[in-house]
């Protein structure tokens, strides 16, 4: 026996008597190790005589993969007998109460834009999305507000540094350019709401820098004033879950729609504290229209043929009023606490099939 058949029989024998998976991997070590026995073998090849060389290095290879074979096998008896040890010692207590599991709350404004969602889709609109960075053709000039346009002002707009196209860069001031980008790669009729995030440089109780809007479009060849009171009084009704809500239409003006109205419901504002449904207060909950011809032009559609109506809803301001939250920063705060209060259970989000129908 030389020095390889030595060491080679040396290490199996330890390995087959090896207690535990640290013993085991004490042995690897000192095996094949950078410092091993085995390596070490493979280091004497540079003083053996060159022809002995190629026969010598497969031996001390044969006797590697043997000791590293040994080494797997073996780990793998002592990995199962240690995990039956562990089993054969542990109990279940079935008695002992559950864990808690940490769930996630639904936050109110995806509550309420799921609400939303599912009542537009009963009459028959669909999803549509679209950038929040914008471009100012998208942002204003296709919704007929023009440069010089005080509507500019009024918005309060974050501009970006970046242009593209030549068009000047904007965090998207409300979701109406989503009008335009539907019916700019969609063909007529359309019938479509926009659910999203909207951005304005203000911010005190009742605004953010960042708040959600949804939008409605209606476009089709005989659609009127009749239809967008009809959609929006259903609406509001359905969400609110009040069948003889008070509303009224009052007349606004927007540059985007022809006429332009805005849509109150009737409440009472007891000792600071705000009501849906009764009293002799109104509350402006959207603005809506007929679309106007020029941003049917600016979006490829031929105003002769088709028309209809678009609105605008603040999401937020729905959420608040509908959960009682006093304080809209509140909402983007990201405090935990104040999302177990307010939000809402994964598993209750309310579907098309259930929780809407009336
Ligand atoms: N974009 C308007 C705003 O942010 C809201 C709006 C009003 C949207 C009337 C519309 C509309 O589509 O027809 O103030």
């Known amino acids: 026996m030389d020095d390889v058949d030595t060491i080679t029989t040396s290490f199996l024998t330890q390995i087959a008597e090896a207690g535990d998976t640290a013993a085991l991997e004490d042995l690897r070590v000192a095996a094949l190790g950078r410092k091993g026995a085995v390596t070490g073998l493979m ?6 005589a060159p022809e002995d060389r190629k026969a010598l290095g497969q031996r001390f290879n ?10 797997d096998s073996r780990r793998t008896e002592l990995d199962q007998s240690e995990m039956l040890a562990r089993l054969g010692g542990e109990t279940i207590d079935v008695t002992l109460p559950a864990r808690p599991r940490p769930d996630g709350r639904i936050h109110p404004v995806s509550q309420v834009v799921e609400e939303i969602t599912a009542i537009f889709a009963d009459m028959g609109f669909a999803v549509a999305e679209g950038p929040d960075i914008e471009d100012d053709f998208h942002n204003f000039t296709a919704l007929n507000i023009p440069p010089e346009h005080p509507a ?20 998207r001031t409300h979701t109406s350019p989503v009008q335009i980008r539907h019916m700019q790669s969609n063909e007529p009729p359309h019938r479509i709401i926009a659910p999203g995030r909207t951005y304005r440089s203000d911010s005190d109780q009742t605004h953010t820098p960042m708040f959600h809007q949804i939008e409605g479009l209606a476009i089709d060849r005989d659609i009127h004033m009749g239809h967008l009171k009809g959609c929006l009084v259903d609406f ?15 007349p606004s ?31 402006e909950i959207l603005g809506c229209g007929m679309v106007h011809p020029k941003v049917l032009k600016h979006a490829g559609v031929d105003p002769d043929v088709w028309q209809g109506f678009a609105f605008g809803l603040g999401i937020d301001r729905i959420a608040m009023l509908k959960y009682g939250i006093a304080d809209l920063r509140s909402f983007f705060d990201g405090d935990v606490r104040w999302l177990r209060h307010y939000g809402f259970d994964p598993l209750d989000i309310p579907t098309l099939a259930a929780g809407l129908a009336r």
């Open 152 to 171: 500019r002002q009024m918005h309060d707009t974050f501009y970006l540094d970046q242009e593209a196209n030549d068009e000047k860069l904007v965090m």
């Open 62 to 71: 044969q006797a590697k993969d043997k000791v590293a074979l040994a080494l």
């Open 253 to 283: 003006h927007f540059p985007f729609t022809e006429p332009s109205a805005e849509m109150d419901i009737g409440c009472s504002r007891v000792n600071g504290e705000l009501r849906i449904g009764g009293g002799d207060d109104w509350l």
């Open 236 to 250: 509001a009704r359905t969400i609110f879950g009040i069948e003889d809500l008070p509303f009224r239409f009052r």
């Open 43 to 48: 280091k004497t090849l540079g003083q053996a």
